[in-house]
């Protein structure tokens, strides 16, 4: 594995992309060139906002449980509340289809932006991957296809991480666990992640401390990600939001011929337990009543 893929990404692998072919095989003027080059941008973002909005929330719900998952729980087309509503595999097919999604637009962009290092058209590449992948993040949170109601973006943006920055994904992962863990607030650490990306991406990547602006697409997403889980952001202040339960306790088993302690007497009511039923049932004081007339 090269350790450029480590640093900045997969569009490193790319080097031959359409329009390197078109430029190198035809000679075109300035005008057309720049043409060219701004068609190829519209293009990716174009792509990328389709794709992000195909809600896979929305897909495996309706195609596996002939349901819409934002009639249950928090009434979000995401991964975490899908596996609430259906359970885990319906969860981590949601999480690969709304990731993978968003390295399909990075793929297309590199397809079209394709350039070696070395070549002066490589920050277009650079900026073409960085696009991608907001927009697709963007079509995931605001959906063409579903009435601009959908996820909250933080699946489609950790791909997107991997596939652009895999060693500062690594770090944000080794961040996330243990957030995670001790807080038990999911939504908690998809904020501080998308946060802390861009301030990662501008420390440690010199693709971004040379050209400047991936590392403001970043805080775009960070921007993005951040407000789609305002509402999450609000119950974890009013503590009113759902924790992440990472185990479950189970229950004791009832002992066989157990005699329960409130248990009657064989002879009827004693007056010891006839006064502790009242006080657990209310209701029954005129029954208490009647039975120490009868007495």
């Not at 950790?158 to 243990?178: D, K, Q, T």
């Not at 990600?225 to 009013?238: E, P």
Request: hydrophobic share 45%; aromatic share 14%.
């Amino acid at each position: 594995m090269p350790v450029s893929f480590l640093i900045w990404g997969i569009y490193n692998w790319f080097e031959n992309g359409l329009l390197r072919f078109l430029f190198q095989k035809f000679s075109f003027t300035q005008g057309t060139t720049a043409l060219l080059i701004g068609l190829g941008f519209v293009f990716c973002i174009a792509a990328s906002y389709l794709l992000g909005s195909v809600n896979f929330a929305l897909v495996v719900s309706k195609l596996f449980y002939h349901d819409d998952v934002r009639n249950h729980g928090s009434g979000n087309a995401g991964a975490t509340n899908i596996g609430r509503s259906y359970g885990k595999k319906a969860a981590i097919l949601t999480f690969l289809g709304d990731g993978l999604k968003g390295v399909v637009s990075i793929l297309i962009a590199c397809a079209i932006f394709g350039h070696s290092t070395n070549d002066f058209y490589y920050i277009y590449l650079v900026y073409a991957s960085f696009l991608s992948a907001f927009f697709c993040i963007f079509g995931h949170v605001f959906p063409c296809f579903s009435h601009f109601r959908g996820g909250k973006g933080f699946a489609t943006m950790s791909m997107c991480v991997i596939a652009l920055n895999p060693f500062i994904a690594l770090v944000l992962l080794c961040l996330y666990i243990p957030l995670v863990a001790m807080t038990r607030y999911i939504s908690l650490g998809s904020v501080v992640i998308a946060l802390f990306y861009p301030i990662l991406l501008h420390s440690f990547d010199t693709v971004t401390m040379r050209y400047g602006i991936p590392s403001v697409i970043a805080l775009m997403i960070a921007a993005l990600v951040t407000w789609a889980h305002r509402g999450n952001l609000k119950r974890i202040m009013d503590r009113t939001e759902r924790k992440l339960k990472l185990w479950h306790k189970t229950p004791e088993a009832p002992v066989a011929n157990a005699v329960p302690e409130s248990a009657p007497e064989a002879g009827g009511l004693n007056e010891s337990n006839q006064e502790a039923s009242a006080k657990k049932h209310p209701v029954s004081e005129k029954k208490l009543k009647r039975l120490k007339k009868r007495k």
